[in-house]
């Protein structure tokens, strides 16, 4: 399923919209973290998690800047990026890859939209370029090692 994020008409709701992005792929990471049989693609997958906590530490302070409140946690498509988590969770270890590199996919997708976003100041368009940039090394090491195992 194709992500909307990145369509919105203002700023605000686009920081909202990122927010509960970025809270469904934690719980996509912590999922597959606890799922992965090999010890270094989990110590792999938790850095890339920490780099998910990061982003939504910044979009929460962007949030506040804006006056908005943010979500406290992710919405209905976490039961979607997990779920396909779980089912992966039945062929492997390259499965549960292939299944976040679908996650990532649409994780790339709304930081490629928001970058261009005509209502992100500098600052914001700055932090939303840094986001992509990891989202795009996230998605290529998931695809590599998924490929090669």
Excluded at 26 to 48: G, H, K, P
Excluded at 71 to 82: F, I
Excluded at 90 to 105: C, P, Q, S, V, Y
Aim: glycine share 4%.
């Amino acid at each position: 399923m194709a992500t909307t994020v990145g369509h919105e008409s203002n700023i605000e709701k686009l920081v909202t919209d990122l927010i509960i992005l970025e809270h469904d792929a934690i719980a996509a990471y912590e999922s597959t973290v606890e799922r992965l049989s090999d010890s270094a693609l989990s110590a792999q997958v938790e850095e890339f998690l920490q780099d998910h906590h990061q982003h939504l530490v910044v979009l929460n302070e962007i949030a506040a800047e804006l006056g908005v409140e943010a979500p406290a946690e992710g919405d209905m498509k976490q039961m979607l990026t997990t779920g396909k988590i779980a089912l992966a969770d039945l062929m492997g270890n390259g499965a549960i890859l292939k299944a976040m590199k679908t996650n990532e996919d649409d994780t790339v997708t709304a930081y490629e939209r928001a970058v261009g976003h005509p209502d992100a100041l500098p600052k914001t368009r700055a932090f939303f370029e840094k986001a992509l940039t990891d989202e795009q090394r996230h998605r290529a090491w998931m695809q590599q090692t998924a490929e090669s195992l």
